[in-house]
T-cell receptor
């Protein structure tokens, strides 16, 4: 298996622009998580899905952030409009619900908003 | 609220020194416990996990951790560290059952001097 796939790996954009981050979970996994990591705040859970349904979005910082999971093999995290304080590494992770719930992380997307 | 505490934010050791990183969690029920490692510039990878059975868990690269239920602890150990162990280490807990969200500690940055 290729593991969790994220794209793009790096994104540089200007303040006010829309940013879309993409994630393909491991095949067969039915839970998907979006995290944000910064030096100041560490690792933060933004939102997670079970069987494509959003379960907990309490970590989404503002209405500028939205996430979708249209099917079991694809999810997006969108920021519109982006701001410099959104600069961070965004990780996607997936797991198999029921069992030990080990999460497998993708390589991350490093976002820089100028 | 469920929480995970890592006592050491930054640890500096010389090669061949012994390592112990502390981790305590606040949930009193059945738990699954994890240690993840993040090497510089990379994503989080599983180091070891406790699901059930023997409370002394052995992971990759010579790491081990001991689950002490009475102390709500899951400390990470390695008898002799190497320069390549320089990384950030995250303790994490999952409540098991159908709750697949993992609560991460804030991480411990380990720096090994050659």
């Amino acid at each position: 298996d290729a593991g969790v796939i994220q794209s793009p790996r790096h994104e540089v954009t200007e303040m006010g622009q829309e940013v879309t981050l993409r994630c393909k979970p491991i095949s067969g996994h039915n839970s998907l998580f979006w995290y944000r990591q910064t030096m100041m705040r560490g690792l933060e859970l933004l939102i997670y899905f079970n069987n494509n349904v959003p379960i907990d979005d309490s970590g989404m910082p503002e209405d500028r952030f939205s996430a979708k999971m249209p099917n079991a093999s694809f999810s997006t995290l969108k920021i519109q409009p982006s701001e410099p304080r959104d600069s961070a590494v965004y990780f996607c992770a997936s797991s198999l619900l029921a069992g030990d719930n080990e999460q497998f992380f993708g390589p991350g997307t490093r976002l820089t908003v100028l | 609220a469920q929480s995970v505490s890592q006592h050491n934010h930054h640890v500096i050791l010389s090669e061949a020194a012994s390592l112990e990183l502390g981790c305590n969690y606040s949930y009193g029920g059945t738990v699954n416990l994890f240690w993840y490692v993040q090497y510089p510039g990379q994503h989080l990878q599983l180091l070891l996990k406790y699901f059930s059975g023997d409370p002394l868990v052995k992971g990759i690269k010579g790491f081990e951790a001991e689950f002490i239920k009475s102390k709500f602890s899951f400390n990470l150990r390695k008898p002799s560290v190497q320069w390549s162990d320089t990384a950030e280490y995250f303790c994490a807990v999952n409540r098991g059952g159908r709750d697949d969200k993992i609560i991460f500690g804030k991480g411990t940055r380990l720096h090994i001097l050659p």
